[in-house]
């Protein structure tokens, strides 16, 4: 029997608010909910029910007056309506038959049964009470010394529909209560959602200004520990950018004097220059590679750009290697994008498709829903789909099947800018062979 208890709780978890915000302002309502509740039962129970039992025994006695000394129908009147109301012309009471009585609006009148009961009590017989809304609020007997009578007594002064001083306060207080609530929740929430924003630009690598400190008690503890860590995380970032570019700087002057020197040798040691050139040119594109990678790519401005104007650009920058660039363009609007940093990303995967596959890559553009992206193939050996999340890890080469070439930092530097700016890039292989870098940057 304990799984069916288990499915019914989960199912009202679905229903319960989740935020802290929603969850405050519904137990502050339901407190307040319960408070009003209590509040007009209270107030019904000891101060409006004693008052009508008050009423209810005064036109009883009113009723035991009217019947103590007995009706006489005499030629002055034609019935005992006639004569009831002849006595009580100057009470404000009127007596109606049956039929007049519903004329009168009898079967409109709401009965009670509390009322009935304590008026037969105070009658000394079994006696109906109703109750009926007109211009004033009227009271409608039917009295056991007269079974088929109906006595109307006007009480001047109610009015059922008037909004009484009670409904008026309890909806006054109900609203301010939960007016209050919702600014305290609001006030509390406040600081929560400025340190959820601030968590975000901080996980993507820009770090805003110290929060203040505001809230709570324990809501400034947490500010200022997330403030003392953005700081240190930022102080940690700028001492690798600088270490990392001083490594880059100073491993390009003796670089330098290498390729010089290479300058100098004899022919007979051509093969030796040729080697040495190579490794140079290797050894720089990597430094280039750091360097892009401290950057963290951070142009401040991003424009509208068309995506197909890059790719041609690449395209031509690319048309003196030795292979096949192939293009597939359709039409796609502009998006907000770095371009620079966009172009980088399709420079790495085109360098990567020409040194991994056998001298043919193809770029073509798409439009897809809320995106618009890009696609890079090649016709290579294609990689181990179950190392693709750790092939755009820092420092990370491709598997043994497409070499082991460079610093590992190609993937991660696509994959920084790509979240930068809030896209998605994925890899996978192609039936055919060979590879496919698949790259969706959002148009807002």
Same mark, same amino acid.
């Given at each position: 029997?304990?799984?069916? *208890?288990?499915?019914?709780?989960?199912?009202?978890?679905?229903?319960?608010?989740?935020?802290?915000?929603?969850?405050? *302002? &519904?137990l502050i309502g339901s407190l307040l909910l319960i408070n009003q509740l209590v509040s007009y039962w209270s &107030? $019904? &129970?000891? %101060?409006?029910?004693?008052s009508y039992e008050q009423i209810n025994q005064l036109i009883a006695r009113q009723i035991n007056i009217l019947f103590v000394d007995g009706v006489e129908v005499g030629r002055e009147h034609l019935s005992i309506v006639d004569a009831l109301n002849a006595k009580v012309r100057h009470d404000g009471m009127t007596v109606y038959n049956l039929k007049q009585a519903q004329e009168a609006g009898l079967d409109n009148a709401t009965y009670y049964g509390f009322l009935s009961e304590q008026m037969s009590v105070y009658l000394g017989g079994e006696a109906e009470v109703r109750f009926s809304q007109g211009e004033n609020l009227d009271v409608w007997i039917r009295p056991p010394q007269a079974p088929s009578l109906w006595i109307k007594v006007p009480l001047t002064g109610i009015n059922e529909s008037d909004l009484s001083p009670l409904t008026l306060y309890l909806l006054v207080i109900g609203a301010l209560s *939960? $007016?209050?609530?919702? #600014? %305290?929740?609001?006030?509390?929430?406040?600081? #929560?959602?400025?340190?959820q924003k601030a968590a975000v630009t901080v996980s993507k690598g820009k770090f805003p200004d110290p929060l203040p400190l505001s809230g709570s008690t324990e809501i400034v503890e947490v500010t200022h520990a997330f403030n003392q860590m953005a700081q240190s995380m930022?102080?940690?970032?700028?001492?690798? $950018?600088?270490?990392?570019?001083?490594i880059s700087h100073d491993l390009r002057t003796p670089l330098t004097r290498i390729r010089l020197a290479s300058e100098m040798m004899v022919e007979d040691d051509q093969y030796l220059k040729d080697g040495i050139v190579s490794d140079i040119e290797d050894m720089d594109a990597i430094i280039k590679q750091f360097i892009a990678y401290v950057r963290h790519d951070q142009e401040a401005i991003r /424009?509208?750009?068309?995506?197909?104007?890059?790719?041609? /650009?690449?395209?031509?920058? /690319?048309?003196? =290697?030795?292979?096949?660039?192939e293009v597939e363009l359709t039409s796609c609007?502009?998006?907000?994008?770095q371009h620079v940093a966009i172009k980088r990303v399709l420079?790495?995967?085109? /360098?990567?498709? %020409? =040194?991994?596959?056998?001298?043919? &890559?193809?770029?073509?553009? %798409?439009?897809q829903g809320h995106y618009v992206g890009f696609c890079v193939e090649d016709n290579g050996p294609g990689i181990d789909m179950n190392k693709v999340d750790d092939l755009f890890q820092p420092f990370t080469q491709g598997d043994t099947a497409r070499g082991s070439v460079g610093s590992g930092l190609g993937l991660a530097i696509i994959k920084r800018i790509i979240d930068r700016h809030n896209g998605k890039v994925s890899l996978a292989n192609r039936a055919e062979g060979g590879l496919i870098a698949r790259v969706l940057l959002p148009k807002k």
């Amino acid at each position: 029997m304990p799984v069916p *208890v288990k499915l019914t709780l989960k199912w009202w978890q679905h229903l319960l608010p989740r935020n802290a915000f929603s969850q405050t *302002v &519904v137990l502050i309502g339901s407190l307040l909910l319960i408070n009003q509740l209590v509040s007009y039962w209270s &107030v $019904a &129970v000891y %101060f409006i029910k004693p008052s009508y039992e008050q009423i209810n025994q005064l036109i009883a006695r009113q009723i035991n007056i009217l019947f103590v000394d007995g009706v006489e129908v005499g030629r002055e009147h034609l019935s005992i309506v006639d004569a009831l109301n002849a006595k009580v012309r100057h009470d404000g009471m009127t007596v109606y038959n049956l039929k007049q009585a519903q004329e009168a609006g009898l079967d409109n009148a709401t009965y009670y049964g509390f009322l009935s009961e304590q008026m037969s009590v105070y009658l000394g017989g079994e006696a109906e009470v109703r109750f009926s809304q007109g211009e004033n609020l009227d009271v409608w007997i039917r009295p056991p010394q007269a079974p088929s009578l109906w006595i109307k007594v006007p009480l001047t002064g109610i009015n059922e529909s008037d909004l009484s001083p009670l409904t008026l306060y309890l909806l006054v207080i109900g609203a301010l209560s *939960v $007016a209050g609530g919702w #600014l %305290f929740a609001r006030k509390q929430n406040k600081p #929560l959602k400025r340190l959820q924003k601030a968590a975000v630009t901080v996980s993507k690598g820009k770090f805003p200004d110290p929060l203040p400190l505001s809230g709570s008690t324990e809501i400034v503890e947490v500010t200022h520990a997330f403030n003392q860590m953005a700081q240190s995380m930022k102080q940690l970032e700028q001492d690798r $950018a600088l270490l990392m570019a001083g490594i880059s700087h100073d491993l390009r002057t003796p670089l330098t004097r290498i390729r010089l020197a290479s300058e100098m040798m004899v022919e007979d040691d051509q093969y030796l220059k040729d080697g040495i050139v190579s490794d140079i040119e290797d050894m720089d594109a990597i430094i280039k590679q750091f360097i892009a990678y401290v950057r963290h790519d951070q142009e401040a401005i991003r /424009e509208p750009f068309p995506i197909n104007q890059l790719i041609q /650009e690449i395209q031509q920058q /690319e048309s003196n =290697r030795q292979g096949e660039i192939e293009v597939e363009l359709t039409s796609c609007p502009d998006i907000p994008i770095q371009h620079v940093a966009i172009k980088r990303v399709l420079s790495n995967l085109v /360098e990567n498709a %020409f =040194r991994y596959g056998h001298g043919w &890559v193809k770029i073509s553009s %798409f439009e897809q829903g809320h995106y618009v992206g890009f696609c890079v193939e090649d016709n290579g050996p294609g990689i181990d789909m179950n190392k693709v999340d750790d092939l755009f890890q820092p420092f990370t080469q491709g598997d043994t099947a497409r070499g082991s070439v460079g610093s590992g930092l190609g993937l991660a530097i696509i994959k920084r800018i790509i979240d930068r700016h809030n896209g998605k890039v994925s890899l996978a292989n192609r039936a055919e062979g060979g590879l496919i870098a698949r790259v969706l940057l959002p148009k807002k």
